[in-house]
C-alpha cells in the first residue's frame, strides 16, 4: 500500500475538512453530528455550552440550540457516555456492552467494578424495576438501596445511584433519555437503543473508520484518551507528515479536494482541538483548558476558544456570556501569530456574530 507524503499544511487542510470547518457550510444539524461521529455534550456555559458551540461553528445562524435539545428528547440523536452520537451508531457499541466489564483477562480494577455491582445486585434490580414501572426518570428519583456503598477518593464517593447508573450504561441495560430541566433523565436501553448488534471486532472496525472519517487524519497509536479513542488503528491508508516523527492515518477521499478557508471560533472541547498532542503536533498551537487551574494559573482564560483562520490555529478568545447583564464580554484576544489587517477584520466579524447569536451586546477589550 502507498505511504502518502504530507506537509503539515495538507495533514492540517485534511483535520479542517474533515471537521467540517472549512467554507463548505454543512446542510443541518444531523449532518455534522453524523460526520463528526460525534459531539461532547458538557454544559459548561462560561460562553455556552459545548455542543451548541460546536455546531454553530459549523453551521452558523442556521442552528438553534432548541434544535439539540428536541432531537435529544425525542431521540433523534441520542447521548453515550458524555457524547450525542447518531442512533444508528449505538449498533457499534453493544457488543462491548454486553462483554462489560470487558474481555478477558480482566484488570484488577474490571474486577473490582464487577464485584461491587454484583453485591449491589438488589439496588441494580430496583432501578432497573422502577424504570420499566414509569416514564424517565432524573437520579434523584431514583432508589439507593445499595449494600456496598461506592468509595473513591473523589467526588463520586457515596454517590450510590449515580456510579451504579454509570456502570449500568456500560453494561447496556440503561441509557440517557433528554433532560428536564439540567438534570438528565434515565430510561431502560431496550427502550431506546436499536436492536441490531454489530459483532465486536467488525465493530471495532467500523468504528475506527467512522473516527478517521470525522478527524481526517490521526495516529495508528495515540495513548489511552477517556471516553473516546484519539487512534484509528489499521483504517485508511498510512501517511507521514513532514517535519513530525512517527506514522500516521488518512483517509484517502479528503486528498486532493479543494481547500477553502474562513475563521471560526471554536469550544475548547471540539474536535479538531480535543486531542491536545495532535494539535501541537500538526497545527504548532499551544493549548490547555484552564478551568480547572487556579485564576492566579490561567494563562488565556477558564473558557478559551481558539481561534482558527483557513488551516491554522491562530490565536485565543477570552470571554464570557453575562447573560443577566445581556452582554458578551471579551476579556482578551491573544494572537498566537500576528494578526493581518484582514485576519483581524475576519476574527471581529465572528466575535460580533457570536454575539449576535447569543442575542447578547458585544463589550470588547484590547487585542493581547
Known sequence: ???????????????????????????????????????????????????????????????????????????????LHGFIRPPGDLALYRAEMADWPGRPPLREWQEDLQDWVAANNGCRLDILARLRADEPLISRELPDTCVVPWRSSGWTNNRN???????????????????????????????????????????????????????????????????????????????????????????????????????????????????????????????????????????WGYWAMPILHGDRLVGKLDATADRRAGVLRVNALYQDVPFTPAMTTAVRREIEDLAAWLRLALVPTSTR
Open 161 to 299: 445511584v449515580t456510579k451504579l447508573l454509570d456502570l449500568l450504561v456500560q453494561r447496556g441495560e440503561v441509557a440517557a433519555a433528554g433532560r428536564r430541566g439540567a438534570d438528565r433523565l434515565w430510561d431502560l436501553a431496550e427502550r431506546i437503543y436499536p436492536d441490531e448488534v454489530v459483532p465486536h471486532d467488525e465493530a471495532m472496525r467500523i468504528r475506527n473508520e467512522r473516527r478517521l472519517r470525522a478527524l481526517g487524519i490521526a495516529r495508528e497509536r495515540a495513548p489511552v484518551c477517556p471516553g473516546e479513542p484519539n487512534d484509528v488503528r489499521t483504517a485508511g491508508e498510512p501517511a507521514v507528515v513532514e517535519g513530525v516523527k512517527g506514522r500516521w492515518r488518512i483517509d484517502p477521499e479528503l486528498l486532493d479536494q479543494a481547500f477553502k478557508a474562513r475563521t471560526a471560533l471554536l469550544s475548547p472541547l471540539d474536535r479538531l482541538v480535543f486531542d491536545r498532542t495532535r494539535i501541537a503536533e500538526l497545527f504548532e498551537f499551544d493549548y490547555q483548558l484552564e478551568m480547572y487551574k487556579p485564576p492566579a494559573k490561567r494563562r
Open 1 to 79: 500500500m502507498t505511504v502518502h507524503t504530507l506537509s503539515r499544511t495538507d495533514a492540517r487542510r485534511l483535520a479542517v475538512r474533515a471537521q467540517l470547518l472549512d467554507a463548505h457550510r454543512p446542510i443541518g444539524m444531523f449532518e455534522v453530528v453524523g460526520q463528526l461521529t460525534l459531539v461532547q455534550n458538557d454544559l459548561t456555559a462560561a460562553v455556552a455550552p459545548s455542543a451548541d458551540l460546536v455546531l454553530w461553528s459549523r453551521l452558523g445562524f442556521s442552528y438553534s440550540p432548541g434544535q439539540l435539545r428536541d432531537a435529544l428528547d425525542e431521540q433523534t440523536l441520542l447521548e
